[in-house]
């Protein structure tokens, strides 16, 4: 049942905004597959799903399914499901109604309908709550029913409008994980729309960062935190850490000195912005091997770890302590820079060389 969904060159510009909303995005999710679109709210995202869906029409571009234009093809023949943040469902029928309905409306026996209803009812673990109504359901419960007859209706592509983000942590991360359980079943093809990295991170295969209406890089999560194409990209996912400096015989050159770089970090000779991810930075005792040398200058708690911030060379550096290291202001620390964590973005998107700073008004300027 599902399909390969591709996508080219979609626009869509609203009269009232001094932008297009989405600006010729490309994406293809193979079938089968789960791509995640994430980005800041109002970056275009349901606009994206909606105009999949054929609830909004394009400027320009195409959607394709298998290679066929959805083009003029109204909602309900374009063999695409949309589940939304709310479940929507109707409030007369029964659980196990709701779930046979769009069995129904295609055309099957009631009875079939039923059958095979009570077949993807059981795929999310409500079997009992068959004969419910709606109202009677706590909202995970709802959710479930919704991804149910979602996933009844055969879609050729599922969309997914941040189908959890009403849901409380605990209840959301079973979501997460049924979701996982119904790919390995069913295999569905999804696009989902999700703000939440971590969602994206469990959910989807590949992740597509949109913002400001374009596709700023599309790739696995691991790669888009440890080789993100622009400081934007890195500042978005949360990344901390950006030095201004120049890259020159596969090393970046700064206040904090010479470090070398990942052989895969291919960026041009030239100014460039050193970008590590707070947590991939290790903090040691100073008589241990290190890449730096700093004093912590401030410690805040976050949960089972804690955001260090360590001065270097009159820079601020974010780190984040592992589980059982504890800091406190005025230690003096070496600090790791594991070499494969280490990345360099261009001068398109990085400060210009030479300019100071703290690593956090590096990261500022470069994105407003
Ligand atoms: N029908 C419309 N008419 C005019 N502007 C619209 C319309 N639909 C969306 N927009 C504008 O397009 C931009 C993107 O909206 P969209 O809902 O796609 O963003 P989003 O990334 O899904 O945001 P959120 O995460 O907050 O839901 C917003 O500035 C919004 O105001």
Redesign the pocket.
């Known amino acids: 049942m599902s399909a390969t969904l591709t996508i080219t060159g979609l626009t869509r510009w609203?009269p009232?905004?001094g932008a297009p909303?989405l600006d010729a995005i490309d994406l293809t999710v193979p079938a089968g597959g789960c791509v995640a679109l994430l980005?800041p709210?109002?970056?275009?995202?349901?606009?994206a799903l909606r105009l999949v869906a054929g609830l909004d029409t394009p400027d320009s571009g195409t959607v394709l399914i298998d290679g066929r234009s959805l083009a003029g093809i109204p909602p309900e023949l374009r063999h695409t499901v949309l589940v939304f943040q709310s479940p929507r469902l109707f409030p007369h029928l029964n659980v196990l109604d709701n779930v046979a309905f769009p069995l129904l409306v295609a055309g099957s026996p009631r009875g079939q309908a039923r059958d095979d209803a009570a077949q993807f009812l059981d795929l999310v673990g409500l079997t009992s709550l068959a004969h419910r109504r709606p109202a009677t359901l706590s909202g995970g419960q709802e959710q479930r029913v919704a991804l149910a007859r979602a996933l009844a209706a055969r879609p050729d592509v599922l969309l997914l409008d941040e189908p959890f983000s009403a849901l409380d942590p605990t209840v959301r991360a079973e979501m997460h994980t049924l979701l996982v359980e119904l790919r390995a079943a069913v295999e569905p093809t999804i696009l989902l729309?999700t703000?939440d990295q971590n969602e994206a991170a469990v959910l989807a295969d590949t992740t597509a960062v949109l913002l400001d209406g374009r596709i700023a890089q599309h790739d696995r999560i691991d790669q888009l935190y440890a080789r993100p194409v622009s400081l934007a990209v890195h500042g978005f996912l949360g990344g901390r850490n950006a030095v201004a400096g120049r890259v020159d015989d596969g090393a970046h050159h700064s206040r904090l000195g010479t470090l070398e770089l990942p052989a895969d970090v291919v960026v041009p000779r030239g100014p460039a912005t050193l970008v590590v991810r707070q947590e991939a930075i290790r903090l040691v005792p100073t008589d241990r091997r290190a890449d730096l040398l700093g004093v912590v200058s401030a410690v805040t708690a976050r949960g089972a770890r804690a955001l260090v911030e360590v001065t270097v060379a009159g820079m601020s550096l974010t780190t984040e302590s592992g589980p059982g290291e504890r800091f406190e202001p005025g230690d003096r620390v070496g600090v790791v820079l594991p070499l494969d964590q280490r990345h360099a973005v261009p001068p398109a998107t990085s400060m210009r060389s030479g300019e100071s700073g703290s690593s956090r008004d590096v990261l500022r300027r470069a994105t407003t």
């Open positions: 609203y009232a905004t909303t980005g709210s109002g970056s275009g995202k349901s606009t729309v703000h």
